[in-house]
């Protein structure tokens, strides 16, 4: 189904059912805009308390309007376009960079009573829907789609802009999405395969990868963490944000991707760097941390279910600006070598695990002996790895010195 596994749509569609879609779609863009400025002042909020300064305190209570303030004054300048980039690309890039976050936003169950076998199924006027826009079959395939869209709005932005700093920017943002998107599809393939429907198939929907951990059993560490580790890494890297934001490295590259832009476009681009990194945070919470999935305390569950999601998204994207705050930016032949020689083998390799496991399992072999065999296969590849790249290095080092 394209428009997804809902039940509101497994009916008659009457003037009901659209406006009951409508308003979904209403809610997740209103949500979507909320919580981008929201984040815009997190961040500012928690970086200064780290570094024992003040922050926004001006605009509103605690300066929390302070992101609107600043977005009217950026709109209400000139917008520049360079005479010699390419009038309609470099128009097009700052839509580009955003319109993949809000369809990416939408697919993310928001609320819902996953408790009993419910599902996250809520009722609305008479009509039974799920807390999110749509729940496609292939759920997961277009969250990964989207953000391998994402990169071209960036690496257009650069090329379209007619500068040599831009361009420098665009490449390294496309070389960063091919070392770490690998990475982060592996991981999700990990959630997919312990994420079992009522016929024991994994799920690609994310209301059935939520309903799957509810109420305790998050992927977190039904997967063995290691899956969550890597996918925050490459999550952190595909984001663009510290320690790995060097498309972004204002010491070496001006403005990077953004150097050329003014105005309305720049704010396009300010504002979907950090929907990027809502958008990114839900991802997490969905896959690995139970989604809306919780304890219902009291009252209706749907409810609670809006509240555990909000808790568990406001603690990664702490963990989001903690980091900016703590590490240092890595150099480039440390993000290349983290990419391909840790994240992309670990991945595999751990992946790999899984499926014997689950395989194991099915032929009902001794699960502690396909753990200690897929182990001792894992560090035997790792080692010959290593080696190989050892004797790689020990040649470009003699031609290095014949030269």
Same mark, same amino acid.
């Given at each position: ?198 016929? =024991?198939?994994?799920? !690609?929907?994310?209301?059935?990868? %939520?309903?799957?951990? +509810?109420? /305790?059993?998050?992927? #977190?560490? $039904? ?125 595999? =390799?751990?992946?790999? !695990?899984?499926?014997?496991?689950? %395989?194991?399992?099915? +032929?009902? /072999?001794?699960?502690? #002996?396909? $753990? ?32």
């Amino acid at each position: 189904m394209i428009l997804g596994v809902d039940p509101l749509l497994s009916g008659t569609i009457d003037l009901g059912v659209v406006l009951i879609v409508l308003a979904k779609a209403a809610i997740t863009l209103g949500i979507c805009l909320v919580a981008t400025m929201l984040m815009i002042w997190f961040e500012r909020k928690v970086v200064s308390d780290l570094q024992n300064r003040i922050g926004p305190n001006r605009a509103g209570p605690f300066g929390i309007l302070q992101t609107l303030a600043d977005g009217l004054k950026v709109i209400l300048k000139e917008d520049l376009i360079p005479d010699r980039s390419d009038r309609i690309v470099f128009r097009l890039a700052p839509v580009l960079t955003m319109v993949p976050a809000f369809i990416t936003f939408g697919l993310i169950p928001l609320g819902g009573d996953f408790s009993d076998g419910n599902g996250g199924v809520i009722e609305v006027f008479g009509h039974k829907t799920l807390m999110q826009l749509a729940n496609p079959d292939a759920g997961v395939l277009v969250i990964l789609a989207m953000s391998s869209i994402a990169v071209y709005g960036v690496m257009l932005a650069g090329w379209s802009s007619g500068s040599k700093y831009p361009l420098l920017g665009s490449v390294r943002a496309s070389a960063q999405m091919v070392s770490y998107e690998a990475a982060l599809g592996l991981s999700v393939l990990a959630v997919v395969l312990v994420s079992g429907n009522d016929t =024991g198939v994994g799920t !690609l929907t994310t209301n059935g990868i %939520v309903n799957a951990q +509810a109420p /305790w059993g998050w992927n #977190l560490w $039904v997967t063995g963490l290691v899956p969550f580790v890597i996918f925050v890494v490459a999550a952190t890297a595909e984001l663009n944000r510290p320690p790995f934001d060097l498309v972004e490295a204002e010491q070496e590259l001006v403005g990077s991707f953004q150097t050329e832009y003014s105005g309305f476009r720049f704010a396009i681009f300010y504002l979907a760097e950090f929907l990027n990194a809502v958008t990114m945070g839900a991802i997490i919470v969905t896959l690995f941390l139970g989604g809306p999935a919780g304890p219902i305390l009291a009252g209706p569950g749907w409810i609670w279910g809006l509240v555990w999601f909000f808790v568990k998204l406001v603690a990664v994207l702490y963990a989001f600006v903690w980091t900016r705050a703590s590490v240092p930016r890595v150099r480039y032949d440390q993000l290349m070598d983290l990419g391909w020689k840790v994240l992309i083998p670990l991945a595999l =390799g751990w992946m790999l !695990l899984l499926i014997g496991i689950r %395989v194991g399992s099915d +032929a009902d /072999w001794n699960p502690i #002996l396909v $753990v200690v065999v897929g182990s001792a296969a894992m560090a035997g590849c790792y080692g010959l790895l290593q080696l190989a790249f050892r004797a790689s290095r020990r040649n470009r080092e003699l031609e290095g010195a014949i030269d």
